[in-house]
């Protein structure tokens, strides 16, 4: 059960109501995780809007979903693992690549070495080194891609944390986690 309430859409009312239509009209549904943000329409909001921001971003939605899946792992966010894993199924993301990503790896060199240093910026609490920094560079990742990553990074977290507290009813197709605790 849930520690902090999910809002009923149809019980909603002001800024919530609006948030809700729109996120509607975007998904045809409103996901457990926004109904319980709204608590805090201001909460809902700014997780909405950071998401939307980022995803006119240059990284590639794919590899956003990627980087959700790698910080969901590393921290037991169960609703995060099932609704990333749904949502990259979407995508095109193949069973394959989801496992993959939930252990930061990949195929692709330029994929790994992203999910690599995703996982190095989450168990090191941002305590990244000049070589890890180099090493994307010298794949072709400039600054603004770097920002991005870690922005992404920043949104995963913030959806992992909520969850936790809030202990979200998951409202995806469940999954179970690859590493022991």
Known sequence: MSRLPA???DHATGHAQELFRGVENRLGFIPNVLRTMANAPVVLEGYL???KALSKGHLPSKL??????????INAC???LAAH???????GLSEETIEDSRQAISPDSQTAAVLQFVRKLVIDRGMVS????AHLRGLGFGNGDIAEIIANVSLSLFTNYFNHVAETEVDFPEVSRLRAS
């Open 78 to 80: 169960r609703y995060c």
């Open 49 to 51: 809007e950071f998401s």
């Open 7 to 9: 809002i009923n859409p």
């Open 64 to 73: 956003r979903e990627q980087i959700s899946l790698a910080v969901a792992e």
């Open 85 to 91: 894993s749904a949502i990259g199924k979407t995508i």
């Open 130 to 133: 000049h070589a890890d920094l």
